[in-house]
Nanobody, 117 residues
Framework: QVQLVESGGGLVQAGGSLRLSCAAS????????MGWYRQAPGKERELVAR??????YYADSVKGRFTISRDFAKNTLYLQMNSLKPEDTAMYYC????????????WGQGTQVTVSS
């Protein structure tokens, strides 16, 4: 089992930046994919970014503004968010998938990001 704990959310003005962190409870060398999802009130959860065996993917809505990265030594996943927009307001969740799994095995509790206009 892996517990994931997100941090770094908060209230920021449009155009500002935040860096989200997702700390894992143990080493995550068996995890080949990690991702950030978000869910705004009344909307479905959507994939924001993921990193799979070092290859990154971004949703079109965040491409060029967000950067996902992973620090194996610290067992931590990051999401650097720049040029934030009000439509980025949501609860952000991190997730991790074991190499042999077909779907994400572990989810964090989420961290709230609110962008004011």
């Amino acid at each position: 089992q892996v517990q994931l704990v997100e941090s770094g959310g908060g209230l920021v003005q449009a155009g500002g930046s935040l860096r989200l962190s997702c700390a894992a409870s143990r080493n995550i060398f068996s995890v080949n994919a990690m991702g950030w999802y978000r869910q705004a009130p009344g909307k479905e959860r959507e994939l924001v970014a993921r990193i799979t065996d070092g290859i990154t993917y971004y949703a079109d809505s965040v491409k060029g503004r967000f950067t996902i990265s992973r620090d194996f030594a610290k067992n931590t996943l990051y999401l650097q968010m720049n040029s934030l927009k009000p439509e980025d307001t949501a609860m952000y969740y991190c997730a991790a998938k074991e190499r042999l799994s077909i779907r994400y095995d572990y989810w964090g509790q989420g961290t709230q990001v609110t962008v004011s206009s």
